[in-house]
DNA sequence: AAGCACCTCAACCGCATTCGT
DNA sequence: CACGAATGCGGTTGAGGTGCT
């Protein structure tokens, strides 16, 4: 198998993307629906593959995404997860679902390294040679044996057991909801992300903090009207919202009024009524639309997955009202698990 | 102020996995 | 079941920014 065709054409553009692409890129997917990378190509008329376009948007133009600026917690999490998982990105960034594993493995690589490092006063056990000899250590014999794919399933049983386990023993079982979202999510990155939601910083922390065009997704929104009419306009009627039924199936759904989203207006209350300012609104409370999108690609899962709403709205009230006491757990069994790493 | 070194992060590359026929 | 296409993922690169001398 080798690369895709379209990365072998001639005159395929390459290197950063311009507002008119994202534009172009944006406004297809608002019409189609993310997925079928494809024909986006074809269908846009972009000089790009169907990769690059992908990545740009699962990067940057997707809604909900936060940029720069890793709260503590988050950073917390990171370290745990990475210790938990090794180096896998997509399954750390399930957990953080207003990152992306690009964004973690950056961070990672630049930033959370090199302060292990230095905590660890240069302590050979970088994390990555840690988790090779974690990993051979688990499953050591088998791991040449076993196919890739069957070892990482094995890998996540093995995971979620050992977080069921500790959170069993730090008794918070009241939460163990998040258990079978989080075992099952590993790749498909869906229920912890909503889960997730309410973990962020309130919007003020979220930070834009490069002013070059590629990591600016407010420039978008700036250049899209639509892009954040419609979840701003429903945020107008946050109480409704709750109750609101929603399409899953269309994407305008999936802007339109997310079920959490009057919620998090009422929980966060921090909205803001300049437009342009909504974009961290939207990062905030579009990320259970977030959670819809990143699951762009696996519509079947999030078909058979998505508990019904009703559920949903109510587990993430739940949620969000134990958020502060789920903040302090985390710390804990962050705290608890340092032996870890 | 200029030059250099270092840092950050968006984007690319190529392999792995999944999906469709 | 086999094959090829599509997609996902992690590692790496390099342009631009920042800080230091």
Redesign the pocket.
Known sequence: ???????DKIG??????TPEEDIILVTYIQEHGP??????PTNTGLL?????C???W???LRPGIK??NFTEQEEKMIIHLQAL??????????YLPQR????I???W???LK?KLNKIQGGNSCDH?SHHRSRGSNSSSSSESAM???K???RLQTDIHMAKQALCEALSIDNKSINLPKISSSI???SNSQIHQETVGPPPSQISH???????SAENIARLLPNWMNKPQKSSQTSSESISTTQTHGSFDGQFSSPPSEGLQHGINNNHSNNNYSNISDVSQSVSPDTSLFQD???P??QDEQLPPLSFLEKWLLDDATAQEQEDSLMDLSLEETNGLF
């Not at 998982?85 to 399930?94: D, F, P, V, Y």
């Open positions: 198998m080798g690369r895709p065709p379209c990365c395929v553009k390459k290197g950063p993307w997925g079928n990378w494809r024909s986006v790009r593959c169907s990769k690059s992908r990545l740009r699962t990067n940057y940029r720069g998982l090794g180096n896998r990105w997509a399954a750390i960034a399930s992306t594993d690009n964004d493995k950056n961070y690589n630049t930033h090199k990555e196919s890739k794919g070892w990482e399933r790749r498909t990155n903090s490069s002013n070059t065009y590629a990591s762009e690609s696996k079947n899962i």
